[in-house]
């Protein structure tokens, strides 16, 4: 059964360099999401992207974030200077035409800035 | 606002035993509900849509709209259940963002 991949598992960066979190969708699917989840919260909604832009984004999602999709198969959530409050789990999400309602998630990359 | 409140951290029960993981919601509209399992080293993985009024691994999650509720049932527990469960909604238009509650870790024990 294809999945959502998701590269690297854990990044440990420092206080602000940039980081770049890679996700591989699921082949056919067109709508792509990234959320994240800081230890002992609740799971958040960062972004969501169809057609090569992005459709909704949230509050957390400033200026230091960016997604993009570089090539057919890969989906990346940049964060430009990373902060000490970026530490979480960020998992990718994947959903297809014909059930847009469902949105398969990837095992998560943890980011721990330092 | 868009919340969904799961007022349990935690729910441990005996196997065999019913389970029934809270979850309340808040939206201006109709939302789509949903109930998404996590267990243990694995991803977030859908369990149930109340669109779909289904049964998966004998749970069951009713839409009461009066109450804003979405509560998981399972008559009789097992202990591979154990898992971290999430409540969540989005609009119901398709293509639309996911809105979690903060999660019931749900212990099975013999």
């Known amino acids: 059964e294809p999945e959502v991949t998701q590269t690297p598992s854990h990044q440990v960066t420092q206080m602000g360099q940039e980081v770049i979190l890679r996700c591989v969708p699921i082949?056919?699917?067109?709508?792509f999401y990234w959320y994240r989840q800081i230890l002992g919260q609740k799971v958040e909604f960062l972004v969501s992207f169809y057609n090569n832009e992005i459709s909704e984004k949230s509050e957390i999602f400033d200026d230091q974030f960016s997604v993009e999709r570089p090539d057919g198969s890969n989906f990346t959530l940049k964060i430009r200077s990373t902060k000490l409050e970026d530490s979480a789990m960020y998992f990718c999400?994947?959903?297809?035409?014909?059930?847009?309602?469902?949105?398969?998630f990837g095992p998560g990359t943890r980011l721990t800035v330092l | 606002a868009q919340r969904v409140t799961q007022p349990e951290k935690l729910l441990s029960v005996f196997k065999g035993a019913p389970v029934e993981l809270k979850c309340n919601y808040s939206?201006?509209?109709?939302?789509?509900l949903f109930w998404y399992v996590q267990y243990s080293r694995q991803r977030l993985q859908l369990l149930l849509r109340?669109?779909s009024r289904e049964s998966i691994k004998g749970f069951t999650a009713d839409l009461n709209k009066g109450e804003t509720s979405f509560h998981l049932k399972k008559p009789f527990a097992q202990e591979e259940d154990s898992a971290m469960y999430y409540c969540a909604l989005s609009g119901n238009t398709g293509f639309q963002k996911l809105v979690f509650g903060t999660g019931t870790r749900l212990l099975v024990s013999p």
């Open positions: 082949s056919n699917h067109l709508y």
């Open positions: 939206y201006s509209g109709s939302p789509e």
């Open positions: 999400a994947s959903s297809d035409i014909s059930s847009t309602d469902t949105q398969y």
């Open positions: 109340h669109i």
